[in-house]
């Protein structure tokens, strides 16, 4: 009967699906590895606007140049969703990207269930110990090269000269200084330094700066620290200082502090006179002006007597370290043509490409690169930061507290006067069960 | 809206009842009412079929990363539900998603209904301008929704804050909604609310326009003044709507999850203002705890019918 | 509203309220009642939109001079520069014709399907029956959020990734349940008498089915279109999820594109609100032009329903 015809139809066809999708076929690859060198196109994944279109145009050029026959086909990705894209993509052999970009902190996630080719043999070939270090160890697992660093960025302390000069004060040489300094500047309307309560990413230097760690990693067992001593003895400085100096509300976390240090569009005073920000803020600040192509825009902090930067004072002088943000670079494991896979990075890491990065204002990942940054003060206070600057823990569960926003409550916590320690106790037992994914 | 009369059938027994109408059996001498199921069927099965049978098959199955990775997923029955249930998050959650979507359902469901009265009773041109305000408000990306209102109430710049001051509450200055959880959900209410009511005031109005015209007149000879119709003909009348959009609101408000995390983003403590959507997200996009992503997914279909219950039951009774 | 007016009522005698005769007491405070109601009504809609008013003028502010201190309510240095920029970008014809193109074909089937379902469920007596709107109502009731990845691995294996057929089986899946339940209401407010009235008279069933009761089913028709259009046009997470490739991406997904922040600028708001604002036109179109049948037809649905 036509009833039951078309029912068993339908399942039929259900069934054939069910039995499709657990397996993923992978195409025949008609090259022989040892001999001639395949053709094909092969696709980088791209996090966000950071890598410049003339950088993207550079590497699909030489890529061809270099294999002759096959193409380079970038794609950007967002930020906010390229976990989610790399979970589904990246084990499917027929659709996966052959060469992603991933935030250094995304790493430990990916590196540790084995979605990444060993670059190991690598590794040498690529910069070996030039290679930022802090981006080599996030990007390990069980010994073994997963991901290599891409390229970094740096966060430092703009700030407003005019004011500063005017309270007699001049650029702090050791935290402390610092702290007294911008509680000193703090009035009613406009904050010494502006710091949200959630924010974590800067408040980490403090931990760091006194020779705290958030979490250590004991054989394959991560635990939280924010116990240890030293720890405590930065959240404590920070706390204190949040309490001093922002007028920030206590849930704000790193975002758009930039605006603060710009004057009112109706001549008000600026909100703060203190950022902590990642070097690109820079062309958010300054006074507003009109552009070349007619847009109103601010001047990258063009007025020095207005606008100024320097790197956070270490306890006893010197830098902090800073949370480094950046990128790293991996090749999938279900890749199709690792040759050409392999081929690509070693273009990103060659001199030329490294170069570019940093001229663009991207932190090349080989140490042996960076004067290419520039000389003026920004690119030395980046470098200088960068060098100095450390990475959140790289256990696989990390980007799940991160997107728990466990760090954001607590420092809130800690933001609104509660007790460190006991905070410090009671965050420890939430976050190491997931650390360990 | 279009004058009913040239759209309806002129039996005035079936414009005054609203109750679904016992259609006589009809036998087929043409297509089996099984075909014409068929394809309505065919692509639910083709489009739901397996990622709903992954579903459940996940919550009983230990999936993680490693298993999206190759690793072959373990069977382990009910643990993904137990460990789920028994963490204390779910249960606050839980408890929070229920209280603020019935919140939000009333509300919206009220608001709907006085805007609906309201365009029945102006005139034309007023009708028309509510109309269209409503469907702006309607058709706006949500994305650009929740970033507007976000600013409205934004703590430094916030044309509320400003306005509140304005009127003399000098509290207001600088006052961060998204801090506490009460006011965030009071936010959250408000965006939701805002969203939801074009579809119920559109909704409604219609079905109060199908109040049959002769009804309303001899009430009106009868001597009832406007609020003695309005409670006693007109929610009547509409109560099958309001039921109906009622429902609907319960359903979709329970799994709200994008307008809150879009709030969230602006420095509201998470684990404080979490609703199940957001749960459910967090379990598997964010910590790629697929397996119990899946049972709470389950959970929450459960707890929905539980919720809609009355409503289900009059249904099947109706239905029978 | 013209439904009192237009109902002739053959009263003998009564006093019919009428306007024509010298304001009486109560007609004049008819008339004040009525005029307050306008007052609230206007101000009520320009309340509710004023969010939307608030992103036009956004997307008419350069950002560096969004959210200053004081909020003005007239753009400040008004430019056409973000939406310049927001439809320049290479992206956007693509993404046009894609959300287009999956839009037209989810409407096109969820509403032949639905319809069909609809018909059988609504005229017809057959064993299932029940089963079949319980499953449907039960189907609304399970969140999206899990099933991405058996989604994607669905449309993987069978090669229909990165395509409007693979993406439109998923959307018109999701959006038929809700249709079904519409038009069944629809469905069952036209009696099947007037086709047998019809057939009486000489036609033939399909005649008088199209003759006849598709007519008076039109609004619901039109309804479920719309809803089914706003469903398809605004989704994304299925969306990013089965169409990785940049080439293949919808308007939803191209307006996210604008929300990300990345290592050399912040998010450009001026810009993300010109994209919100382009990507709200069409659906506004499609709702003024229905939105006449739209009404009518949303409550007969519901009531039924």
């Known amino acids: ?437 | 809206m279009s004058s009913t009369a040239t759209r309806r059938p002129p039996p005035t027994a079936t414009r005054a009842s609203t109750q679904v109408r016992e259609q006589p059996a009809v036998r087929a001498r043409r297509p089996t009412p099984y075909l014409l199921l068929l394809p309505a069927v065919a692509i639910l099965l083709l489009g739901l079929g397996y990622p709903v049978y992954w579903q459940i098959v996940t919550s009983l199955q230990e999936y993680g990363l490693a298993q999206q990775f190759g690793q072959p997923p373990t069977f382990v029955g009910l643990e993904n539900y137990a460990r789920i249930f028994t963490a204390d998050s779910l249960w606050t959650v839980v408890v929070r998603s229920i209280v603020f979507c019935l919140v939000n359902a009333f509300v919206t469901v009220a608001l709907g209904l006085g805007f609906a009265l309201l365009m029945r009773a102006v005139g034309r041109t007023v009708r028309i301008t509510i109309q269209v305000s409503l469907l702006l408000a309607w058709a706006m990306p949500m994305v650009a929704a929740v970033t507007v209102w976000k600013w409205l109430f934004g703590w430094r710049t916030g044309v509320i804050n400003w306005l509140l001051v304005r009127l003399g509450f000098d509290g207001f200055a600088g006052h961060n909604w998204l801090a506490q959880p009460l006011s965030f959900f009071f936010v959250a209410t408000v965006i939701i609310v805002w969203m939801s009511v074009p579809f119920v005031a559109l909704s409604v109005f219609a079905g109060l326009t199908q109040v049959p015209d002769e009804v309303l007149e001899a009430a009106r000879l009868d001597g009832a003044n406007g609020r003695q119709m309005l409670r006693h003909i007109l929610l009547p009348m509409v109560r099958p709507v309001l039921s109906i959009v009622l429902l609907l609101q319960i359903i979709w408000d329970l799994r709200v999850f994008a307008q809150i995390r879009l709030l969230q983003d602006s420095g509201a403590p998470v684990s404080e203002t979490n609703l199940l959507g957001n749960f459910i997200f967090e379990l598997g996009i964010g910590r790629q705890d697929f397996a119990g992503a899946a049972a709470v997914s389950i959970f929450v279909l459960l707890l929905t019918i539980a919720l809609s219950w009355p409503y289900v039951r009059s249904l099947m009774k109706e239905q029978a | ?305």
């Open chain 3, 1 to 305: 509203m013209t439904a009192v007016t237009s109902a002739p009522v053959p009263v003998a005698g009564a006093a019919r309220p009428t306007r024509r005769r010298a304001p009486t007491a109560a007609g004049v405070r008819r008339r004040a009642v009525r005029f307050a109601l306008g007052v609230v009504g206007i101000s009520a809609a320009a309340v509710w939109a004023f969010p939307v008013y608030w992103m036009v003028m956004s997307a008419f502010t350069p950002a560096a001079r969004l959210r200053s201190a004081t909020p003005s309510s007239l753009p400040t240095s008004p430019t056409m520069h973000s939406f310049t920029a927001v439809i320049g970008g290479s992206s956007s014809p693509a993404a046009l014709r894609m959300s287009l193109a999956v839009t037209l074909v989810t409407v096109l089937a969820v509403l032949a399907f639905a319809f069909l379902a609809a018909l059988a469920v609504s005229r017809y007596r057959f064993s299932g029956r029940r089963s079949f709107i319980l499953a449907v109502l039960f189907i609304q009731m399970l969140p999206a959020e899990g099933l991405f990845i058996a989604q994607y691995k669905m449309l993987s294996s069978v090669g229909l990734l990165n395509s409007v057929i693979g993406v439109s089986v998923l959307y018109t899946a999701t959006i038929v349940p809700f249709t079904v339940w519409m038009l069944r209401g629809f469905v069952a407010g036209v009696p099947v008498e007037l086709e047998e009235a019809a057939m009486v008279d000489g036609l033939s069933r399909s005649k008088a089915f199209l003759r006849i009761t598709l007519p008076l089913l039109a609004p619901g028709l039109v309804a479920s279109g719309v809803y089914a259009f706003l469903q398809a046009w605004n989704e994304f997470t299925v969306a990013l999820v089965t169409l990785p490739a940049e080439s293949a991406q919808t308007l939803s997904l191209w307006l996210r594109s604008f929300l990300a922040a990345s290592a050399n600028r912040g998010v450009d708001w001026s810009q993300v609100m010109a994209a919100s604002a382009l990507l709200a036109v069409p659906v506004i179109v499609f709702f003024l032009i229905v939105q006449n049948r739209m009404a009518s037809g949303l409550v007969s649905g519901a009531v039924k329903g």
């Open chain 1, 1 to 437: 009967m036509v009833r039951n015809g078309g029912i068993a139809m339908v399942v039929a066809g259900m069934l054939a699906l069910t039995a499709c999708s657990g397996t993923a076929e992978a195409p025949p690859t008609t090259a022989d590895e040892t001999t001639a060198p395949e053709t094909a196109e092969i696709h980088l994944w791209v996090a966000g606007g950071d890598t410049p279109q003339a950088l993207r145009d550079y590497l699909i050029e030489t890529f061809a140049a270099e294999n002759p026959g096959s193409t380079l086909v970038i794609e950007e990705q967002a930020w906010g969703d390229l976990v989610t894209k790399l979970t589904t993509a990246l084990p499917d052999a027929a659709n996966t990207p052959d060469v992603v970009e991933i935030g250094n902190t995304q790493s430990p996630t990916f590196t540790t269930v084995g979605a990444f080719r060993d670059l190991t043999p690598l590794y040498s070939e690529l910069g070996s110990d030039d290679l930022l270090q802090s981006f080599v160890e996030v990007g390990m697992a069980d010994g073994k090269n997963y991901a290599l660093p891409y390229y970094f960025g740096s966060r430092y302390m703009f700030y407003r000269k005019d004011i500063r000069t005017a309270a007699g004060l001049t650029p702090p040489t050791t935290l402390a200084e610092f702290s007294d300094a911008v509680k000193q500047l703090r009035t009613d309307s406009q904050s010494g330094f502006a710091l949200g309560g959630q924010d974590w990413r800067n408040g980490i230097s403090w931990v760091f700066a006194n020779g705290g760690e958030l979490a250590v990693q004991d054989g394959t067992e991560w635990t939280s620290t924010l116990s240890d001593p030293k720890t405590i003895v930065g959240l404590e400085q920070w706390q204190d200082l949040y309490r001093g100096a922002s007028n920030v509300p206590s849930t704000e976390r790193d975002v758009a502090y930039w605006d603060f240090l710009n004057d009112g569009t109706d001549g008000s005073a600026a909100p703060a006179a203190t950022i902590m920000a990642p070097g690109w803020a820079r062309w958010s600040i300054g006074d507003l002006t009109t552009n070349d192509a007619g847009e109103q825009v601010r001047d990258g902090m063009a007025d020095t007597n207005k606008f100024g930067i320097f790197g956070l004072p270490g306890v006893d002088g010197g830098l902090a370290p800073v949370f480094a943000g950046g990128s790293n670079t991996a090749i999938s494991a279900t890749s199709q043509h690792p040759e050409l896979a392999e081929n690509l990075l070693r273009i990103i890491f060659s001199e030329e490409y490294q170069t570019l990065l940093a001229q663009n204002g991207l932190g090349p990942a080989n140490g042996q690169y960076v004067s290419a940054l520039g000389d003026d003060e920004f690119a030395k206070t980046m470098i200088d930061t960068a060098a100095a600057s450390k990475l959140t823990p790289a256990a696989p569960g990390w980007a799940a507290v991160e997107a728990a926003f466990v760090y954001e409550e607590l420092f809130q916590k800690i933001a609104e006067g509660n007790d460190v320690t006991a905070l410090a106790e009671e965050y420890d037992a939430i976050i190491t069960p997931m650390l360990n994914g």
